[in-house]
């Protein structure tokens, strides 16, 4: 891991914490953002839009209102660094009410296994500006729920893209394939996008339609399907450090596709938008998300990268994250796929 910095995190689907499960709603982010991120935040507002069903004489209450006191606190904090124009903006949203430790332990799932360092040549003549999106072969965000299986989503996110880039419609692959039946890793507890990549490498296992194999956010039974099904196979891939190399790195994103990523997603818990520049812990790399553009016209140079908690967190889904200095870890464990 590179030297960074530490901090906190953010989403918006609307999550209710009933026991046992989280219980999910579609909310209206600009609804969302304008009435709880104006100046008189409170927990009745809060709890209104969210849909929280604890009690207010209850201790789930007390705890509730005192993380969400600890979540306005931590905004204040982190947006006194964020003066520059497009600096990433932090507030309220469907995690204010979650502990630290416990959106961790819900959302921050991934592994990095380690990489070798990148010993490739920089590409010249890259542009300026690179989106993988206007090439139509990123699919949709997706939403992993309260499901530790961001790993997979990365993995299938770029093989799904590849796919795409090599000529064949855009379709969403089986995530839940993955999560049921790639044994190295730990399903909803999480794994690792590059131990899933070598599963499917040495298996040749093919991953079949998401229409096929539907997502359920929670770890299942592996089915099989035989070899003469249709589906997508990974013939190779690469796992790169690219930590003070991010140049080489816009090479690989344009030459070989999306790529699945390894970040350090702590600081992400309050992220409502704009450019990361800081916050960003130096600890552990702990959640997998799809590199798929970049752009260094404006006086910040960023990634563009998709993660998997819905259309309603950050921009639309995205986050955008300054490229140089290997902030959150960005290029600490980069895989690229072959099909």
Same mark, same amino acid.
């Given at each position: ?142 939403? $992993?729920?309260? %499901?530790? #299986?961001? +790993?997979?989503?990365? /993995? &299938? ?119 990361? $520049?800081?916050? %960003?812990? #130096?600890? +552990?790399?702990?959640? /997998? &998300? ?50």
């Amino acid at each position: 891991m590179r030297g960074r910095q530490v901090f906190v995190l953010v989403i918006i689907t609307v999550c209710t914490l009933v026991s046992p499960p989280l219980r999910c709603q579609h909310v209206n982010s600009v609804e969302t953002r304008s009435k709880l991120n104006g100046s008189a935040v409170d927990f009745v507002s809060f709890r209104e839009q969210f849909r929280r069903r604890y009690e207010v004489s209850s201790e789930e209450f007390k705890r509730r209102h005192l993380y969400f006191q600890d979540a306005t606190k931590r905004h204040e904090f982190l947006n006194s660094f964020s003066t520059a124009p497009r600096a990433a903006k932090y507030g309220i949203n469907q995690f204010s009410d979650l502990s630290q430790k416990e959106f961790r332990d819900l959302y921050l799932r991934a592994s990095a296994d380690r990489a070798p360092l990148f010993s490739g040549l920089k590409t010249e003549g890259l542009p300026a500006k690179f989106d993988w999106r206007d090439k139509a072969v990123v699919a949709p965000v997706q939403n $992993q729920q309260a %499901c530790g #299986s961001c +790993w997979a989503f990365s /993995a &299938v996110g770029a093989m799904q893209s590849v796919h795409a880039i090599g000529g064949s419609q855009l379709e969403q692959l089986s995530v839940q394939q993955v999560l049921d039946c790639s044994f190295k890793n730990g399903g909803c507890n999480g794994g690792s996008p590059s131990s899933a990549l070598n599963w499917l490498k040495q298996t040749r296992v093919k991953l079949v339609p998401q229409s096929e194999y539907t997502y359920k956010a929670r770890t299942g039974i592996c089915h099989f399907f035989s070899q003469s099904h249709d589906g997508v196979a990974v013939k190779n891939f690469t796992a790169n450090d690219f930590g003070g190399q991010e140049e080489a790195m816009m090479g690989q994103l344009v030459e070989r596709g999306p790529l699945a990523v390894v970040v350090d997603a702590v600081s992400w818990q309050d992220y409502l938008g704009g450019i990361i $520049q800081h916050h %960003c812990s #130096s600890q +552990w790399s702990n959640h /997998a &998300v799809l590199l798929v553009g970049y752009d260094t016209t404006g006086d910040i140079p960023y990634w563009i990268v998709q993660n998997s908690w819905g259309t309603t967190w950050g921009n639309e889904g995205y986050v955008y994250i300054k490229i140089g200095d290997n902030v959150c870890g960005i290029a600490d464990s980069v895989a690229a796929v072959f099909l």
